[in-house]
């Protein structure tokens, strides 16, 4: 994970006005929520929900953690996860996975389980 | 009473009317435009003359929706109406708010919402020698790579209008401009329209934004932000599959795509110029730079 990828997870448009407004915590299970056309170009996602109407971009980051959010995975084994697999962005990846997590959330293409 | 057909990118409008100030009007809006009138239109609108030949009255379905005793206020207002009743039923393909110029055959689309500016960017480049293909609508058919523009006429809004309108003076013998209260409209025999039905190829995708006193900022997009960008300026999203999303997905993936932002017009020209000279080969890009 790049380092210089800071909290700017997500860019969203929705016709629709989000409702979350829940912090996520760490015990929190995201799971990916249902009916989002998927499409990956260059290592992002482009998420596209018909009935909703709402277009969602996922950078690199947020990409990586949308696709981990199955609703099994805690938050925090999450981020234990990510940091078995990039131990030199460890510093701030905990900080990094939390923010990205919350857009995704607020975005409305994660729910909590 | 007099009818002409406008048809673009799968809709079919069409304009009923009577007296000799209607006759100019629509003449002088619809020139560039070519008159089909074998589909039958899915909406009628009708300009006629009041009862005291001061006025033009305008009526959508025997609706009233606008009266003026200024040409240029009915023409501003109905080129509005026809533009956006041309996206209500526009299918077959992605509708785009966008402007697009061409340079020697590169055609390059500027998306934006209405009031970014794209009118007073294309005006600029358009006396700086680029061809003008739209300031407003840019149709492309599926699986296409090239787009059909929109011809309207060229709309400059304050302070476009004082900037730019001397440039197309009144010396031209069919008559330049068309004064509305909000904008100037310039007529499109006035600026180089190619043919209508030519599809222009699109070599490359900007989204310009001016922002008073700052530096140019050119940034290479990624294919997944051109396309959420892409959807944003979706005209006819919801008459498409899937909302034209798949389709988004293959421009975005196969037209290097820009956002601009500028702080002065010679900032656009020579953040063009640098774009082009990175996506063209470069006989074509030495001669623009020339």
Not at chain 2, 12 to 26: F, K, L, M, N, P
Request: one cysteine or more; hydrophobic letters at 40%.
């Amino acid at each position: 994970m790049a380092k210089n990828e800071k909290r700017r997870g997500i860019l969203a448009l929705a016709v629709t006005k989000l409702m979350y407004s829940m912090d996520i915590t760490l015990q929190n299970r995201l799971r990916q929520k249902v009916g989002y056309r998927i499409e990956q170009l260059d290592g992002e996602l482009l998420l596209y929900h018909l009935q909703e109407e709402r277009v969602i971009y996922c950078n690199t980051t947020a990409s990586l953690i949308w696709q981990l959010c199955d609703g099994q995975r805690t938050l925090a084994e999450l981020i234990a996860l990510l940091r078995e697999a990039f131990p030199e962005a460890s510093e701030t990846l905990a900080a990094d996975v939390t923010a990205a997590a919350q857009q995704l959330l607020d975005a409305g293409c994660v729910q909590l389980t | 009473m007099n009818t002409v057909v406008v048809n673009f990118a799968g809709s079919t409008i069409a304009i009923e009317y009577s007296g000799e100030r209607a006759a100019h009007i629509i003449a002088w809006l619809f020139r560039a435009i070519p008159h089909n009138s074998q589909q039958p239109p899915q909406q009628t609108y009708r300009l006629t003359a009041e009862d005291d030949m001061a006025a033009i009255s305008l009526h959508h379905d025997d609706t009233r929706c606008y009266h003026s005793q200024s040409p240029g206020d009915i023409a501003e207002y109905l080129m509005g109406e026809i533009c956006c009743r041309l996206a209500e039923r526009s299918q077959g393909g992605l509708l785009l708010h966008a402007a697009g110029v061409a340079w020697q055959g590169c055609g390059i689309i500027l998306p934006g919402a209405t009031g970014s500016g794209k009118s007073t960017l294309s005006a600029y480049l358009l006396t700086q020698g680029w061809i003008y293909l739209t300031d407003e609508l840019v149709f492309i058919p599926w699986n296409a790579d090239g787009c059909q523009a929109f011809p309207r006429p060229l709309q400059l809004k304050t302070p476009a209008r004082e900037m730019f309108g001397p440039f197309w003076g009144t010396s031209h013998q069919a008559q330049p401009c068309l004064h509305a209260c909000a904008s100037d409209l310039i007529s499109p025999a006035r600026v180089q329209t190619p043919d209508f039905s030519y599809t222009t190829p699109i070599h490359c995708i900007i989204f310009p934004g001016y922002a008073s006193d700052h530096p140019l900022q050119i940034q290479r997009l990624s294919q997944a932000q051109c396309g959420l960008m892409l959807m944003q300026c979706l005209a006819n999203a919801r008459n498409l599959p899937e909302h034209g999303f798949p389709e988004i997905v293959r421009l975005a993936r196969s037209i290097p795509a820009y956002r601009l932002i500028y702080g002065m017009f010679t900032q656009a020209q020579e953040a063009f110029e640098r774009i082009l000279s990175e996506i063209l080969p470069l006989p074509e890009s030495k001669e623009l730079r020339e």
